[in-house]
C-alpha cells in the first residue's frame, strides 16, 4: 500500500555525489525520510581528467555521510554502483531497499563535455542512455515506485519559437485530408538539441514515455534552466556537508563562471553576442520543486509527466550586467566556442509547476547576496592565478 505522503518514505538519490544530488539527499533526510544515495563518484574523476577542481573540497562519501550523521543523527545509507555498466547490482539494490521514488540524477551533465571529442561524444550517449534504460528496468521490477528524472529545458533548442515552450505537450492540429476534416492531438513538444547532452536527455524522454505507456510506470520528467547557487539550508550547518561548486568552462554553469570571475577581479567573458536567452532557477528551489514532484505523482498509466522548473528567462548579457553591477567587473565579449544560436528568445511555460505551489526565488533578486558567497568561498580557497575559462586565456 502506498505511504501517506506526510509518511516516512524510502527514497533513493542516483548521482548523490553531485551538485544536486547531494542536499537533495540532504533535505529528504532532514525531513525524516530513509535515503540511499547510488554514485560510484565517477565525476570526481572527471575532475582529474579535466584537470578542474571543484571550488569547495569535498570529503569523500563516508566522510560526508558520517558527518550528516554526528550531526542530526540520521542515516544516509551509500552504494558504489556504476548505474550505466552494472544493471544486475542496481536491480538488486533497489528490489532489497524498495524505495517509494527513485530521484535520478546519474548521468554525465555537461553539454561542453559532450562536445569536446569524438570519444566523448560516445561517452555521453552510451553512460546516459544505457543508464536511464537500467534505471528503468530497475524501477519496473518494483511493485510500486515513483521515478522522477531531472532534465533539461535544452532539449528544445535555442532558436527563437513564436510561443511559449508548454509543459512538455503541444497541441497540434492535422488536416487529415478525408471525412474527418482537421482533428486535434497532444504530441511530445519536438526536441532540438544542441548538444550531445541535450540529444541524450532527448533518448530519456522517449525511453520514459514508452515505459509509461506500456509498463504503466509513474515517471516525471523535470525540464530546468540553468541552476544557480551553492547553498542549501543543510549544507550551511557544516563546511563538510557543502556540495560542489563547479566554475571552470566545461562544467561550471554561466551563472557560477561569472560570479566566479568577478570574485577573482577578472573580466566576465561573454561568449559571442550575449544576446543568447536562457532560463534560470535556483538551488533551493530545484530541491523544494523536487519534493513538489514526490507529493504530485501521475496516477498509475498516465503518460510521463512533463513540468518546466524555471524561475525567469535572461540574456547572457543581462546575466553579466547585473553580475557587474554588483562586482564592479568589466565585460568583455569573447568567440563563442559553441556552435548555438548568436541570439533567441525564449518564453517558458510554468504552469504545471505554478499549480503545485512552485513560487522561485528570481536570480536578479539575488545576485548581491550570490555574489558575496562565491567571494567568500574563493577567499576561503585562496584561488589566485590562472582563470578557469580556458576560451579566455
Known sequence: ????????????????????????????????????????????????????????????????????????????????????????????????????????????????????????????????????????????????????????????????????????YLTVHIDTGGTAGTVSAEIMHPFEPVSIYHLSKCLDAQLFEYYARTERMQITD????????????????????????????????????????????EPLTVYGTGEQTRGFVGLVDVIHGLELSVRNPPPVGHRTRIRNQVAETLSINELAHSVAAVSGARITHIDNPRSEPVQNTLAVSHHASDALGFEPSRLTERISEEFTAMAEAVRDKHQEGVSNDRYAR
Open 222 to 265: 523535470i525540464h530546468q534552466g540553468v541552476v544557480w547557487g551553492s547553498e542549501t539550508p543543510e549544507t550551511r550547518r557544516h563546511p563538510g556537508l557543502a556540495t560542489r561548486i563547479d566554475v571552470d568552462d566545461v562544467y561550471g554553469t554561466v551563472v557560477n563562471r561569472l560570479l566566479h570571475q568577478a570574485a577573482r577581479g
Open 1 to 168: 500500500m502506498r505511504r501517506a505522503l506526510d509518511a516516512v518514505r524510502k527514497v533513493v538519490v542516483l548521482g548523490g555525489d553531485g551538485y544536486i544530488g547531494w542536499p537533495l539527499a540532504l533535505d529528504q533526510s532532514a525531513k525524516g525520510h530513509e535515503v540511499l544515495i547510488i554514485d560510484n563518484c565517477c565525476r570526481r574523476r572527471t575532475d582529474e581528467e579535466l584537470s578542474a577542481n571543484p571550488l569547495r573540497q569535498l570529503g569523500s562519501p563516508t566522510d560526508r555521510t558520517n558527518r550528516w550523521q554526528s550531526l542530526t543523527g540520521k542515516t544516509i545509507e551509500w552504494a558504489d554502483i556504476d548505474v550505466a555498466d552494472d544493471p544486475v547490482g542496481l536491480r538488486a539494490a533497489l528490489l532489497e531497499f524498495r524505495p517509494d521514488v527513485v530521484f535520478h540524477l546519474a548521468e554525465q551533465r555537461s553539454a561542453p563535455y559532450s562536445m569536446l571529442t569524438e570519444n566523448h561524444r560516445l561517452e555521453t550517449i552510451s553512460r546516459n542512455t544505457r543508464g536511464t534504460h537500467n534505471v528503468l528496468l530497475a524501477v519496473r521490477a518494483l511493485a510500486k515506485c515513483h521515478l522522477i528524472h531531472v532534465g533539461s529545458l535544452g532539449v528544445y533548442g535555442y532558436s527563437t519559437k513564436p510561443w511559449e515552450m508548454p509543459d512538455g
